[in-house]
Each structure stands twice: as structure tokens, then as C-alpha cells.
């Protein structure tokens, strides 16, 4: 089985930056992706940003220029820099670690952003 915890999260004034970590334990499979998703209140959850094992990193137009996705060497632990935050990027935030088409998810951790 895998864990994943994320933690990061918490609260921030419009234009500010946080870091989101999310580790994984037990165990670690050769995951072919990691990613960070979001779901906003009444809202459907979205990607915000994915890292493939090939390096490719795709990212949300919303966030764009803004929030930057990497990993660790061992890929166990992947961050979300998030920098000139906004009163939209409210939401709890979900780490997800890929194994071909089987996803694990994080509990999540709530980042808000005061205007």
C-alpha cells in the first residue's frame, strides 16, 4: 500500500507564496507521474499541475508562470512552488502519484488566500 501526506497548506494574503510537499511512504512503486489537483468549494476538482518520469510538466493555464511542480531524486516526494498567489487559487489541494493508470491520492491540505 502507499501513504501519501501532504502538508504546506494554510493561509496566505494575495500575492504571497507557499510550498506544498506531499511524501510518500510504504510501498514505492516506479510511479510514471505525479501531479497536484485542487477542488475549490462547489467546484469539480482540476489538475494543476502534472511531472511525468520523462521530465514533461504540464500545468493549468490558470497557474501558468505562477506555480512551479518538482520531485525528488527517489521520487517519492513531489512539491508545488506557488508563488503570487490569488484569491481563486483557494482550494484544497490533492497530491497524486501515478502508476500507469492507478492513482493514489493525499488527504489533502486546504491552502486559502486572502485578498
Known amino acids: 500500500q502507499v501513504q501519501l501526506v501532504e502538508s504546506g497548506g494554510g493561509l496566505v494574503q494575495a500575492g504571497g507564496s507557499l510550498r506544498l510537499s506531499c511524501a510518500a511512504s510504504?510501498?514505492?512503486?516506479?510511479?510514471?507521474?505525479m501531479g497536484w489537483y485542487r477542488q475549490a468549494p462547489g467546484k469539480q476538482r482540476e489538475l494543476v499541475a502534472t511531472?511525468?518520469?520523462?521530465?514533461?510538466?504540464n500545468y493549468a493555464d490558470s497557474v501558468k508562470g505562477r506555480f512551479t511542480i518538482s520531485g525528488d531524486n527517489a521520487w517519492s516526494t513531489v512539491y508545488l512552488q506557488m508563488n503570487s498567489l490569488k484569491a481563486e487559487d483557494t482550494a484544497v489541494y490533492y497530491c497524486?502519484?501515478?502508476?500507469?493508470?492507478?492513482?493514489?491520492w493525499g488527504q489533502g491540505t486546504l491552502v486559502t488566500v486572502s485578498e
Open positions: 497524486n502519484f501515478a502508476l500507469g493508470q492507478i492513482g493514489y
Open positions: 510504504g510501498t514505492i512503486f516506479r510511479f510514471s507521474g
Open positions: 511531472l511525468t518520469r520523462g521530465g514533461n510538466r
